[in-house]
C-alpha cells in the first residue's frame, strides 16, 4: 500500500489487552481448521469473546501455509486468526481429549468443522459434551450437514457452491462456469454458524439449555440463492448463466468505456432508471410508457443495453461515473487491491487497518464489521504461534506448572517454548 496512506490507518499493536465488546466474557472452544469454523471463530474474538483456538502440533492450522508465506506463516493467518489464543494438542491422543472434555466443561461455545462422526470418534461428540456442559452450545459446520445420505462424503466450499446452483449462474453464456474467486462457501457457512450461535444464547437465557446447530456448506450458500427455486417451482424455469447481467432486473450490468474500462450500472429502480436516460439524453426511452417499471425494461433489456454501452463507449469510466454520481444513479468502477488500498472511504471507515508484527514490520488487514456504535469489535492481539497459550491455558485449567511440563514431555501438548512456531 502507497505508504502516503499510512497515517490515515488504524495502528494496532500485539497486546494482551483485556477483551472488550459486546462478547466480553463469552468463552469459545474452536477445533477445526482452514476457513469455515475458524472464520466464525474469528467473527466472535472481534467482538470481545475469548477463543481458545486448537491445534495439532507441528504444522498447526493448515491454513497457516496457505497462499503467500511471510516468514514462514501466511499472512492470511494474521486475519482469520486474530483475537485468538492457540493451544497445541493432538486430538488423536486420549490424553488430550481429556483436556478437550475439560474445557468443553467450561466454555460457552465450542465449533468444529470436522467431517460428521470424527468428534464422535473422538468421544467428543454431542453426546458426550453436553453431558458434562448442558450449557454448551455446539456448532458443527460441514459440507452436507451431520445427517441425510450424503453426511459422509467429504466436502469443500467449491463443492458446496457448484451443489447450491451458484456455480450454474457465474459464467458468460456458452462458456464454462467459474468459481467466485474466495472461498464463499465457507464464509456464507461461517455466518450463518454465528448467527445460529447468537439465536442459541438468546434463547439459552430463557431455558439455560445449550443445543447444537448444524450448518452445511451447500445450504448456507443456497439460503442466498434467491428466487432460484420459486421460479422453478411456479414456471418450471431453469435460471442460466448471465455473465455481468443480473436476469430478471433491468438494466443492470458492466459497461465498456472509451478508455477500456467497465462501468458498473445499476439503473433498474424506476426513477433511476428515468435519470440515467436523462443524463445520456435519451428521453425517449426514459419517458417511454412502457419502460416504467421493471417488467416492461426486462423485455426489452438488450436495446436498453445496447443504449447504455453506446454512451460508455464515448467517455472514460471516470467520466462516466462523474455524471452518473451527479445524477444520482448507482454506479461504480471494478476494484483491484490496489484500488482498494488507496481508496479514502475504506481508510475512513477503519476498512483498512494497519498491525505491526513481533519483527517490527506492519501489515495490512481488513477492519471489523458489523460496526457497532457503542459496544464496537475491535484488533486486540495479532494471530498466535503454534501453542503460543499453552501453558496460560493449561493453568486456568488448574494444572500445576510441573504437570504442564509433564505433558509437554510426553508431547501431548505443545508450548511456544518447544516448538511452537510462527
Same mark, same amino acid.
Given at each position: 500500500?502507497?505508504?502516503?496512506?499510512?497515517?490515515?490507518?488504524?495502528?494496532?499493536?500485539?497486546?494482551?489487552?483485556?477483551?472488550?465488546?459486546?462478547?466480553?466474557?463469552?468463552?469459545?472452544?474452536?477445533?477445526?481448521?482452514?476457513?469455515?469454523?475458524?472464520?466464525?471463530?474469528?467473527?466472535?474474538?472481534?467482538?470481545?469473546?475469548?477463543?481458545?483456538?486448537?491445534?495439532?502440533?507441528?504444522?498447526?492450522?493448515?491454513? =497457516?501455509?496457505?497462499?503467500?508465506?511471510?516468514?514462514?506463516?501466511?499472512?492470511?493467518?494474521?486475519?482469520?486468526?486474530?483475537?485468538?489464543?492457540?493451544?497445541?494438542?493432538?486430538?488423536?491422543?486420549?490424553?488430550?481429549?481429556?483436556?478437550?472434555?475439560?474445557?468443553?466443561?467450561?466454555?460457552?461455545?465450542?465449533?468444529?468443522?470436522?467431517?460428521?462422526?470424527?468428534?464422535?470418534?473422538?468421544?467428543?461428540?454431542?453426546?458426550?459434551?453436553?453431558?458434562?456442559?448442558? !450449557?454448551?452450545?455446539?456448532?458443527?459446520?460441514?459440507?452436507?450437514?451431520?445427517?441425510?445420505?450424503?453426511?459422509?462424503?467429504?466436502?469443500?466450499?467449491?463443492?458446496?457452491?457448484?451443489?447450491?446452483?451458484?456455480?450454474?449462474?457465474?459464467?458468460?453464456?456458452?462458456?464454462?462456469?467459474?468459481?467466485?474467486?474466495?472461498?464463499?462457501?465457507?464464509?456464507?457457512?461461517?455466518?450463518?454458524?454465528?448467527?445460529?450461535?447468537?439465536?442459541?444464547?438468546?434463547? =439459552?437465557?430463557?431455558?439455560?439449555?445449550?443445543?447444537?446447530?448444524?450448518?452445511?456448506?451447500?445450504?448456507?450458500?443456497?439460503?442466498?440463492?434467491?428466487?432460484?427455486?420459486?421460479?422453478?417451482?411456479?414456471?418450471?424455469?431453469?435460471?442460466?448463466?448471465?455473465?455481468?447481467?443480473?436476469?430478471?432486473?433491468?438494466? $443492470?450490468?458492466?459497461? !465498456?468505456?472509451?478508455?477500456?474500462?467497465?462501468?458498473?450500472?445499476?439503473?433498474?429502480?424506476?426513477?433511476?432508471?428515468? =435519470?440515467?436516460?436523462?443524463?445520456?439524453?435519451?428521453?425517449?426511452?426514459?419517458?417511454?410508457? $412502457?419502460?416504467?417499471?421493471?417488467?416492461?425494461?426486462?423485455? !426489452?433489456?438488450?436495446?436498453?443495453?445496447?443504449?447504455?454501452?453506446?454512451?460508455?463507449?464515448?467517455?472514460?469510466?471516470?467520466?462516466?461515473?462523474?455524471?452518473?454520481?451527479?445524477?444520482?444513479?448507482?454506479?461504480?468502477?471494478?476494484?483491484?487491491?490496489?484500488?482498494?488500498?488507496?481508496?479514502?472511504?475504506?481508510?475512513?471507515?477503519?476498512?483498512?487497518?494497519?498491525?505491526?508484527?513481533?519483527?517490527?514490520?506492519?501489515?495490512?488487514?481488513?477492519?471489523?464489521?458489523?460496526?457497532?456504535?457503542?459496544?464496537?469489535? $475491535?484488533?486486540?492481539?495479532?494471530?498466535?504461534?503454534?501453542?503460543?497459550?499453552?501453558?496460560?491455558?493449561?493453568?486456568?485449567?488448574?494444572? $500445576?506448572?510441573?504437570?504442564?511440563?509433564?505433558?509437554?514431555?510426553?508431547?501431548?501438548?505443545?508450548?511456544?517454548?518447544?516448538?511452537?512456531?510462527?
Amino acid at each position: 500500500m502507497p505508504k502516503a496512506h499510512s497515517a490515515s490507518m488504524k495502528n494496532t499493536s500485539l497486546s494482551t489487552d483485556a477483551p472488550t465488546g459486546p462478547l466480553s466474557g463469552l468463552k469459545v472452544l474452536e477445533l477445526g481448521q482452514l476457513i469455515a469454523g475458524p472464520f466464525a471463530a474469528k467473527t466472535l474474538a472481534d467482538f470481545g469473546a475469548d477463543v481458545i483456538k486448537i491445534e495439532p502440533p507441528g504444522m498447526g492450522d493448515p491454513l =497457516r501455509k496457505w497462499r503467500l508465506l511471510k516468514d514462514g506463516t501466511s499472512v492470511w493467518w494474521q486475519v482469520q486468526s486474530r483475537n485468538k489464543r492457540s493451544l497445541a494438542l493432538d486430538l488423536k491422543d486420549p490424553r488430550a481429549q481429556d483436556i478437550v472434555r475439560q474445557l468443553a466443561g467450561d466454555v460457552d461455545v465450542l465449533i468444529e468443522n470436522f467431517r460428521p462422526g470424527a468428534m464422535e470418534g473422538w468421544g467428543l461428540g454431542p453426546d458426550a459434551l453436553l453431558k458434562i456442559n448442558p !450449557r454448551l452450545i455446539m456448532l458443527r459446520i460441514s459440507g452436507y450437514g451431520q445427517t441425510g445420505p450424503y453426511r459422509d462424503k467429504p466436502g469443500f466450499g467449491v463443492v458446496a457452491e457448484a451443489m447450491s446452483g451458484l456455480r450454474h449462474l457465474t459464467a458468460e453464456p456458452g462458456r464454462v462456469p467459474v468459481r467466485v474467486g474466495v472461498s464463499i462457501g465457507d464464509t456464507l457457512a461461517s455466518l450463518h454458524g454465528v448467527i445460529g450461535i447468537l439465536l442459541a444464547l438468546q434463547e =439459552r437465557q430463557r431455558s439455560n439449555q445449550g443445543q447444537v446447530i448444524d450448518v452445511a456448506l451447500y445450504e448456507a450458500v443456497f439460503n442466498c440463492m434467491e428466487s432460484l427455486l420459486p421460479e422453478y417451482s411456479a414456471f418450471g424455469a431453469v435460471r442460466g448463466a448471465a455473465g455481468s447481467a443480473l436476469p430478471g432486473i433491468a438494466p $443492470s450490468n458492466a459497461y !465498456r468505456c472509451k478508455d477500456g474500462g467497465y462501468a458498473l450500472i445499476a439503473g433498474n429502480g424506476d426513477s433511476i432508471f428515468k =435519470r440515467l436516460m436523462q443524463t445520456m439524453n435519451r428521453n425517449d426511452l426514459g419517458q417511454d410508457p $412502457s419502460l416504467a417499471d421493471n417488467s416492461g425494461r426486462v423485455q !426489452r433489456v438488450a436495446e436498453l443495453d445496447a443504449a447504455i454501452e453506446a454512451w460508455t463507449l464515448q467517455h472514460t469510466v471516470d467520466e462516466v461515473l462523474a455524471a452518473l454520481d451527479k445524477a444520482s444513479v448507482p454506479a461504480g468502477r471494478i476494484y483491484t487491491v490496489a484500488d482498494i488500498a488507496a481508496d479514502p472511504h475504506y481508510r475512513a471507515r477503519e476498512m483498512i487497518q494497519q498491525v505491526q508484527m513481533e519483527d517490527g514490520s506492519t501489515l495490512d488487514v481488513p477492519g471489523i464489521v458489523p460496526k457497532l456504535s457503542r459496544t464496537p469489535g $475491535s484488533h486486540r492481539r495479532n494471530a498466535p504461534r503454534i501453542g503460543q497459550d499453552t501453558d496460560d491455558v493449561l493453568r486456568e485449567m488448574g494444572l $500445576s506448572n510441573d504437570q504442564i511440563q509433564q505433558l509437554k514431555a510426553q508431547g501431548i501438548v505443545v508450548g511456544a517454548d518447544n516448538g511452537g512456531a510462527a
